[in-house]
């Protein structure tokens, strides 16, 4: 039997815990309900989980300092699951490198439709049969190598750390070269769903690519912005 895909629900509010929990598990996950950091880290060390919910307001702790240690040091899902509706606050979640920011109250089914889109980025694709023809297993582009075997940025130094927010994005510029993509576009390849009228998903994350991929952030020659229609991938992509 295939194991459970486990969930960790970071939030000091017990009774918020109880009831994420409660739901994921009758949607047939296993859950670990934590109420702060040091508990988040313990359980990573081990029981790691597939994804994190991470509340942002924990009493004495700092919630993004919490988001910021775990994306550099662990490889899971985080969705930042917050109080903190702000720009500024969903704005620096996303830069620190959460995959998704969801603001409470929380909607049941859209946390969960939000999670089963998130794990569906982060499954392994199937194996191809051998009678298969050989799949595209990297693209390359400018100076720099996706190679989606790995789910990997390589680059003339070697290997670059994107987050799976990062890597989907980069995959569907790859995959659509010299096209002007919309952000309605982008959200719904990488995140399943369109944008909101205040959404900065798609800029913040762009921004966050230049600054791996470009020279002068300031300047992009690889990921251009075209006003009021999105971006575009201007570098010549080859796939092998």
Same mark, same amino acid.
Not at 5 to 10: E, F, K, S
Not at 73 to 81: K, S
Not at 214 to 225: F, I, V, Y
């Given at each position: 039997?295939a194991a459970l895909?486990?969930?960790?629900? $970071?939030d000091?509010?017990?009774? +918020?815990?109880?009831? $994420? &929990?409660?739901?994921?598990?009758a949607? &047939?996950?296993?859950?670990?309900l934590?109420?702060?950091?040091? =508990?988040? #880290?313990? !359980?990573?060390?081990?029981? @790691?989980?597939?994804?994190v919910?991470l509340d /942002?307001? $924990?009493?004495g702790?700092?919630?993004?300092? +919490?988001?910021r240690?775990?994306?550099e040091?662990?490889?899971?899902?985080?969705?930042?699951?917050t109080?903190?509706?702000?720009a500024v606050?969903k704005?620096v979640?996303l830069?620190?490198?959460a995959?998704?920011?969801?603001?409470k109250?929380v909607? !049941?089914?859209e !946390?969960l439709?939000?999670v089963?889109?998130? !794990?569906?980025?982060?499954a392994?694709? @199937?194996?191809t049969p051998?009678? =298969?023809?050989?799949p595209?297993?990297? #693209? &390359? #582009?400018?100076?720099?190598?996706?190679d989606t075997?790995?789910?990997? %940025?390589?680059?003339?130094?070697?290997?670059?750390?994107?987050t799976?927010?990062?890597?989907? /994005?980069?995959?569907?510029?790859?995959?659509?070269?010299?096209r002007?993509?919309?952000?309605?576009?982008l959200?719904e390849?990488?995140r399943?769903? =369109?944008a909101?009228p205040?959404?900065r998903t798609?800029d913040v994350?762009?921004?966050?690519l230049?600054?791996?991929l470009?020279?002068?952030?300031?300047? @992009?020659? %690889?990921?251009? =912005?075209v006003?009021?229609?999105?971006?575009?991938l201007?570098?010549?992509?080859?796939?092998?």
């Open positions: 039997m895909t486990h969930i960790a629900v $970071l000091d509010e017990h009774d +918020i815990t109880e009831l $994420l &929990g409660n739901y994921l598990r949607q &047939g996950f296993e859950v670990s934590l109420n702060d950091g040091p =508990s988040l #880290f313990a !359980l990573m060390l081990s029981r @790691p989980p597939d994804l919910l /942002l307001g $924990l009493p702790e700092d919630g993004l300092a +919490i988001a240690q775990l994306r040091h662990h490889r899971c899902g985080l969705v930042i699951v109080g903190r509706g702000n606050d704005v979640g830069e620190i490198g995959d998704d920011y969801i603001t109250p909607d !049941l089914r !946390l439709a939000r089963r889109a998130l !794990l569906r980025r982060l392994p694709h @199937p194996t051998a009678a =298969s023809p050989k595209t297993v990297s #693209f &390359g #582009f400018g100076h720099w190598t996706l075997a790995a789910r990997r %940025l390589l680059g003339p130094e070697g290997e670059v750390g994107v799976t927010g990062e890597y989907d /994005l980069l995959h569907t510029f790859v995959t659509h070269p010299g002007v993509l919309s952000r309605d576009f959200l390849h990488t399943g769903r =369109s909101g205040f959404d798609i994350q762009i921004g966050r230049r600054k791996k470009e020279r002068d952030a300031n300047d @992009p020659q %690889l990921l251009k =912005s006003r009021g229609a999105g971006y575009i201007v570098a010549q992509v080859t796939a092998r």
